[in-house]
């Protein structure tokens, strides 16, 4: 093969190289050498590259992605993956495309990059679903022009019509049974989608719950430990920052680390009659200074800073209940979470976790049944 490579090139016959330098790199890939493989990938590439054959030039990184991904080289594997999707835009080839929107969608789930592999894992179904739809409308055309014939035929030969009637009723009922077959099909298809996308909620609902009470564990214990430390790196900033600033931002984050502590402690959310008045008369603040501690220090506002420790309630309780195989009333969960109404309860839940109460409860089902963590 190597002496075809040079006859190749000293003729420059460059369309021939190409494929040779392509086989040569997949008799290295049976062999499993990467190194020589990625060699013979890159020389078949440059010289695409030369004669403006992109979809060749598109495999062959696509072939790169693959063989970067095998050596774990994720960073690697998304530079080649993503020259690859850049030529399939000019020229498509909708297999290829799905091929590598799948390799990507591995590459950055092992680097950690999870928005990123969810957006390609959903650019990967839909290329999926129009190849298939395409192929679809093809053999629909390709039905309507043989039924078309057909009738044609029927008006020539009218001694043959009722035979002809009965092959069109089967024909007919075929279609209507193959749509029902699709329908059916895409349905369990978008319920198979959104389990997984349940699933993926719940998972990140799960990480981000971890995730806080690290944090809040690890405050304390630092307010506990080093109480008079934790006040000082409250009032460090900046230099350049004006000592009234300064001064402000402090008396913002002590006013909101006061405010979880009362409601970590005392548990206000719990009364459903709880007001800002109320908050604001505990703390010995006023509803401006309150505000601006909550708006500073995060992403609520007082009524969606509520609802999250009452969602986070609700789900302690659902959980627990789960866990001892208890029977779950969502008309006794929303009252013991502090929620004075369903309606409150179901908006306030699914803003916070994305899930409807009942489907966040099948997932912990699901989590615990996996674990095996559920009560006896």
Not at 44 to 50: F, G, Q, R, S
Not at 81 to 89: D, G, H, I, M
Not at 235 to 252: L, M
Not at 335 to 355: C, D, K
Request: proline letters at 2%; a positive charge.
């Amino acid at each position: 093969m190597r002496q075809a490579a040079e006859i190749a090139e000293k003729n420059g016959l460059n369309d021939n190289l190409v494929y040779i330098y392509g086989t040569m790199a997949d008799c290295y890939l049976l062999v499993k050498n990467n190194r020589e493989r990625r060699k013979y990938l890159l020389l078949a590439n440059d010289i695409a590259e030369k004669i403006g054959n992109k979809q060749f030039l598109a495999m062959g990184y696509s072939n790169l992605t693959q063989g970067a991904l095998e050596e774990h080289q994720y960073t690697e594997a998304l530079g080649y993956a993503r020259k690859a999707v850049e030529l399939l835009r000019q020229q498509p080839y909708p297999v290829l495309k799905m091929k590598v929107d799948s390799m990507m969608s591995v590459a950055y789930r092992e680097s950690g990059n999870f928005p990123a592999a969810y957006a390609c894992l959903e650019t990967f179904v839909r290329e999926k679903e129009k190849l298939v739809s395409e192929q679809q409308q093809e053999q629909l055309n390709d039905l309507v022009a043989t039924l078309q014939v057909k009738e044609k035929d029927l008006t020539i030969a009218n001694q043959k019509l009722e035979i002809a009637r009965k092959l069109r009723n089967n024909q007919v009922l075929a279609l209507v049974i193959g749509i029902i077959i699709l329908l059916a099909v895409g349905q369990f298809l978008f319920i198979l989608r959104s389990r997984r996308f349940r699933k993926e909620l719940f998972r990140k609902e799960k990480e981000l719950d971890e995730q806080i009470m690290d944090i809040r564990t690890w405050m304390e214990w630092k307010h506990s430990k080093h109480p008079e430390k934790s006040t000082n790196e409250l009032n460090t900033g900046d230099d350049n920052e004006p000592a009234g600033e300064k001064d402000v931002q402090s008396s913002q984050a002590n006013l909101f680390a006061e405010l979880r502590e009362i409601f970590d402690t005392q548990k206000l959310y719990l009364d459903p009659e709880l007001n800002l008045k109320t908050v604001i008369k505990i703390l010995g603040t006023n509803q401006k200074y309150l505000y601006q501690a909550i708006s500073e220090n995060s992403d609520a506002n007082f009524r969606s800073f509520v609802n999250r420790y009452r969602v986070g309630e609700a789900k302690q309780i659902m959980e627990h209940k789960i866990q001892m195989k208890e029977v779950l009333n969502m008309s006794e969960i929303y009252v013991s979470a502090g929620f004075n109404s369903p309606v409150s309860f179901y908006r306030a839940f699914r803003s916070v976790t994305g899930l409807a109460p009942k489907d966040y409860a099948a997932e912990v089902r699901n989590e615990m049944t996996r674990t095996g963590k559920g009560g006896s």
